[in-house]
């Protein structure tokens, strides 16, 4: 007889100018790779229940506030030109800190990495971001911290980073796997007709 298990909580957290790719491309991993739903339960956050205008002027009406949101076992925290003007924010950087301190894992996208920065969630990790993005990245983090450049997603057991855009579906999809196992990912991979690339550093 199967074990009956609860899905685990997927937030990503999303904020006017967010990059489109860089939370859909999880989202649609994690979704893909949620067997039917029973392992993942994909929603979005945002400082308000009110439409996030992202990047290109898509607008998304997230599922859940910051006040409303169940406390996520994976947070996902993407990039986008909206990232600089959250990094003091008075409300979504103390929450990002209490969500991540719950959580199972917590994913950072692109420039989502400023945001842990801010929020100082990153000592001794191995960092990454996109590419543009890595002086920024670099000015905000502890010394404890080591750049790793050209690779897609670093892993520190809790908290993994991944460069920019696409390779956050990547990470997502090296997530599910150690979750659920490669076969998961290869599926889950396969499904959306995606070339997965695993070049990462693993954690110790």
């Not at 029973?38 to 997230?62: C, K, M």
Request: aromatic share 6%; net charge negative; with cysteine.
């Amino acid at each position: 007889m199967n074990e009956v298990h609860a899905a685990r909580k997927v937030a990503i957290l999303i904020y006017d100018q967010v990059e489109i790719l860089d939370f859909t491309g999880p989202y649609e991993a994690f979704i893909v790779g949620s067997n039917r739903g029973r392992d993942f339960h994909v929603y979005t956050v945002a400082e308000r229940e009110e439409p996030v205008h992202s990047l290109g002027g898509l607008n998304v009406l997230p599922d859940y506030s910051i006040h409303t949101c169940p406390p996520p076992h994976i947070l996902i925290v993407p990039g986008g030109w909206g990232v600089r003007s959250l990094l003091q924010h008075e409300a979504l950087i103390p929450w990002i800190q209490q969500a991540a301190a719950q959580a199972e894992y917590v994913l950072s996208i692109c420039s989502g990495a400023l945001l842990l920065a801010a929020a100082q969630l990153l000592d001794n990790c191995l960092v990454t971001t996109h590419h543009h993005v890595i002086p920024d990245l670099m000015g905000m983090v502890p010394e404890s911290c080591m750049l790793v450049e050209n690779v897609r997603f670093v892993d520190n057991g809790h908290l993994l980073m991944s460069a920019g855009v696409s390779a956050g579906i990547d990470l997502s999809l090296y997530v599910i796997s150690k979750l659920h196992g490669d076969d998961r990912r290869k599926e889950a991979a396969s499904l959306m007709e995606y070339p997965y690339c695993s070049a990462h550093i693993p954690s110790s």
